[in-house]
T-cell receptor, first 114, second 116 residues
Framework: GNSVTQMEGPVTLSEEAFLTINCTYT??????LFWYVQYPGEGLQLLLK?????DKGSNKGFEATYRKETTSFHLEKGSVQVSDSAVYFC?????????????FGPGTSLSVIP | SQTIHQWPATLVQPVGSPLSLECTVE??????LYWYRQAAGRGLQLLFY??????ISSEVPQNLSASRPQDRQFILSSKKLLLSDSGFYLC???????????????FGPGTRLTVL
């Protein structure tokens, strides 16, 4: 079946450290891939996305590259800030016309300390 | 621009009481609509989704139900709440049709439900 696997954490980093959150997927067909972020007490927001192999999504200093050969979409940021503390969700979508479903990973909690 | 509203923001209900959570979307037509639950410290669980008025698909059998009486209104209900229904409920919408796999979901601010 279709699924998303990601490290659950919690991940604790010092400010300005390098961040990697691994995400791998299993899917039939050619999914679109997403990273969402959830700040405490809020809903999810789209952080970035990629819709085909080798696409790189980027936003707010975060990047992720769609790697079809390794079925991965790892999230990276060169220098994290305290304000990046949140839960990050990797997700995929296969977008069939009558069954429009998004599959989320379990989420990775990130805490950035000053 | 599109916006999504959920209310109430927080709710405390006794076991066995009914529930009604409402979600409305503005600025778009015929969206796909979703209800998710997020238990404390856990990931997202898809509860229901809808591709049109009156069309509801259930992902997890339970004591919750959903309805879509209008194009941009999605309601989550229960006749009798259980302790296990506590959690953070999120509504989301997404553009439908075409290459919809490209389209991200937009989430509401959520409702924090505590069942005592």
């Amino acid at each position: 079946g279709n699924s998303v696997t990601q490290m659950e954490g919690p991940v604790t980093l010092s400010e300005e450290a390098f961040l990697t959150i691994n995400c791998t997927y299993t899917a039939t067909g050619y999914p679109s891939l997403f990273w969402y972020v959830q700040y405490p007490g809020e809903g999810l927001q789209l952080l970035l996305k990629a819709t085909k192999a080798d696409d790189k999504g980027s936003n707010k200093g975060f990047e992720a590259t769609y790697r079809k050969e390794t079925t991965s979409f790892h999230l990276e940021k060169g220098s994290v800030q305290v304000s990046d503390s949140a839960v990050y969700f990797c997700a995929l979508s296969l977008g069939k016309t009558s069954y429009d479903k998004v599959i989320f990973g379990p989420g990775t909690s990130l805490s950035v300390i000053p | 621009s599109q916006t999504i509203h959920q209310w109430p923001a927080t709710l405390v209900q006794p076991v066995g009481s009914p529930l009604s959570l409402e979600c409305t979307v503005e600025g778009t037509s015929n969206p796909n609509l979703y209800w998710y639950r997020q238990a404390a410290g856990r990931g997202l669980q898809l509860l229901f989704y809808s591709v049109g008025i009156g069309q509801i698909s259930s992902e997890v059998p339970q004591n919750l139900s959903a309805s879509r009486p209008q194009d941009r209104q999605f309601i989550l209900s229960s006749k009798k709440l259980l302790l296990s229904d506590s959690g953070f409920y999120l509504c989301a919408w997404r553009l439908a049709g075409g290459l919809s796999s490209y389209n991200e979901q937009f989430f509401g601010p959520g409702t924090r439900l505590t069942v005592l």
